[in-house]
């Protein structure tokens, strides 16, 4: 329940404007964005920052890395980069 999510979609694509608290609120956020992406949505799990996360695809195009803290247990931040300014171009 202490976990946090924060989105940077640097004004360019949407992204929720403040930090969204508690693991339920994060799932229903998430899963929002999932149930309105305008194509197929495939998730690949990576390492992001030496950490767990996953890249977002949506029609085949790279939209969002996902890196994920945890404290050994649990998620404790999930951070989503979305700006396409700070995403690798392939």
């Known amino acids: ?3 946090v999510s924060r989105a940077d ?3 360019k694509v949407f992204a929720a404007r403040r ?3 508690g693991a339920a609120n ?3 956020y998430l899963a929002g964005l999932v149930r309105h992406a305008p194509g197929v949505v ?3 799990v ?3 920052n030496g950490e767990a996360g996953l890249l977002t695809y949506i029609d ?3 939209r969002n890395v996902v890196a994920i803290a945890e404290d050994g247990e649990r998620i404790s931040n999930i951070f989503i980069i979305a700006n396409p300014d700070k995403l690798p171009r392939r």
Request: glycine share 20%.
């Open 1 to 3: 329940e202490d976990a």
């Open 9 to 11: 979609g640097g004004g």
């Open 19 to 21: 930090p969204i608290s």
């Open 26 to 28: 994060i799932a229903s």
């Open 42 to 44: 495939e998730f690949r």
């Open 46 to 48: 990576a390492q992001v």
């Open 60 to 62: 085949g195009s790279l």
